[in-house]
């Protein structure tokens, strides 16, 4: 997608093939920086500090961070040193341990001495097809926006979405803001509602970022605002990212997710979550007690960070001193409360049977 | 209740009667000070700019508006135009259109050398009856804890509550924490969960510190992860105040109780509505259709004040340049999602029958 008007992905493997810039997420909204990663350490340390975040980008960044291990040390041990400490850095994404995983089986397969390059190639192609698969998620979503804009004639479609989920948070397209991209490509007219989406305010300073790049109207709500807007008919679909999806379609997604979908149920409003095959786990049946749901730092719901007027970036307290805090960064909406899961294959329900088909040879549920 | 371990109330009228000071609520939780108030159009400024703010506590300040008024001219025209003046500054919370009228309704009636007196007597009044009906919610509301905590022995009562309904929304004792301070005078052990409540932070900045005042334990949590805490068994209850209540229990209140109310309803969490009987718009059948939403300045989204390492208080921007926003400031939470009413009178069903038995000599509905 577009950065300053350039045609960009968040990472950039190095042509000698010893190193991986990243676009530094923490200095966006306000500044454009990049990190350079020479180690897997360096990559660890990325994906743990949310200088990259997003389910799709921190497996493919985890992917190169094993391609920098099998430079320095590709024997069996160092690769599963390496994709173990990779695995343990956020718990809740599952294609952070999908893409290690599928790095790690092809790796220790060939000899160590073919490793290195082959590391090179495989996270490569697993970049490339983050960016293919999101540009399909964005195909079959625009199907569903395209219907419903039939019936709002003569004003723009107004999706809300919450969180990150676009470019940003892969290699290209994004998930749930694939089909918005595509809206705007064909001339379909969208606003976007963006959810602020605190604590770490992905929503206010990548998403509207994001989108201003791409020069798609939109505007930003507070997560509190999006059910009276829904109440209120001002939004016709609600379209999210995942972070886990489970065999039957509960789904695991940054925390508030579950409150939007309680109110676009509440409020007859179409809810689709955006998601990638490898954000599936199909070993997992019941969302709410298998999922791990990652606690993060107190710090980042008493403090925060922005620009002051004179252009500084500076860290504000927003609570008395000693004031505690308790951060879950995601939770989990039930299956019930989703209208369908928007895959590379199709459009199909959230249930067992829905998911289930997008396996079969012939995909009876979907379009 | 407690400020500095000194009993205070929230506003505190002059001896010689020509003045009003306020705690200024804009400086909390990082300072304590306080406005003087001396003519109308300082009141109006400390209502409209939420130097004071939460429904009761605006009504007391803007009858007081109407005192000062009476000092330097207390005919009918000059009186008629601060009541319109101080009504029109905040368009949701009922209270203030009801003290507003009730001062002028006493005043009109008197002649005009007499108002001044009047005036002062009758908003000192409208302040004592505030804390009296504040601290009878709180007695009808410990009951309801009370109950709930037989189920949970052994552990606190955990509590969530969304914005500032607390001491520092009225002259004192609060509406939906009046019943946590009740419980904690009791022996009972309660924890809050503390909504931050974007966009103006009424439950990082306030809420958080009127519980650390009054050493209750309690934990802030951003919007998002309210409807996560009660999937998880981790509330036992959620107590709101509001803004305006319609004859069928429609509760409008801060933006985002909607969204909490859908929670519980979904988790099977009791939601309470801490209501005043001031609170209540009888007039009104439909909140959806009949209340007035205050729509707030996109600044207080974009932007954020809060205190930085060296203890000076910076506004900071939160999204890129040029970002729209938009700030409803309060939703409407449909009766069906409203456990209870909690008012002076005792606790009643948020319907229509349950509102009209506040009325009756012998309330049925009431306990």
Excluded at 289 to 296: F, G, H, P, V
Aim: proline share 5%; glycine share 8%.
């Amino acid at each position: 997608m577009l950065l300053n008007g350039q045609p960009s992905r968040t990472l950039w493997p190095a042509a000698a093939q010893d190193a991986v810039t990243v676009l530094d997420q923490r200095a966006l909204p306000h500044r454009i920086e990049s990190v350079v990663l020479h180690t897997v350490d360096d990559a660890v340390h990325a994906i743990a500090e949310m200088v990259v975040r997003g389910a799709p980008l921190i497996g493919v960044t985890a992917a190169y961070g094993l391609a920098l291990q099998a430079r320095v040390d590709a024997s069996d041990a160092a690769l599963e040193r390496a994709a173990s400490q990779l695995k343990s850095t956020r718990p809740t994404a599952v294609n952070l341990a999908w893409a290690v995983d599928r790095m790690l089986a092809q790796l220790l397969q060939r000899k160590p001495m073919d490793r290195e390059a082959t590391a090179w190639t495989v996270a490569a192609q697993l970049a490339d097809d983050d960016a293919a698969v999101n540009e399909r998620l964005g195909v079959h979503g625009v199907t569903l926006l395209r219907s419903l804009a039939q019936r709002t004639p003569g004003r723009p479609l107004n999706v809300l979405t919450h969180c990150n989920a676009g470019w940003l948070a892969t290699v290209d397209w994004g998930t749930a803001l694939s089909p918005i991209y595509h809206a705007q490509a064909q001339g379909l007219r969208v606003h976007v509602w963006v959810d602020e989406t605190r604590p770490r305010n992905q929503g206010a300073s990548l998403t509207a970022f994001e989108l201003r790049e791409q020069g798609v109207p939109h505007t930003v709500i507070a997560d509190n605002a999006g059910g009276h807007l829904m109440q209120r008919g001002q939004v016709d679909a609600v379209i999210v990212g995942c972070d886990r999806v489970t065999g039957c379609g509960d789904v695991a997604n940054k925390i508030g997710t579950y409150l939007k979908a309680l109110a676009a149920h509440d409020c007859g409003v179409p809810f689709w979550v955006a998601m990638p095959l490898s954000t599936l786990d199909r070993s997992l049946r019941d969302g709410m007690a298998e999922i791990r749901i990652e606690e993060r730092s107190a710090r980042e719901v008493t403090h925060l960070t922005g620009r002051t007027r004179d252009g500084t970036t500076v860290e504000v307290q927003l609570v008395p001193d000693g004031t505690q805090a308790c951060n879950p960064a995601f939770d989990v909406t039930p299956a019930r409360l989703v209208t369908g899961l928007i895959t590379e294959r199709g459009v199909v329900p959230a249930t067992r049977e829905g998911i289930a088909g997008l396996f079969e040879e012939r995909r009876p549920g979907a379009h």
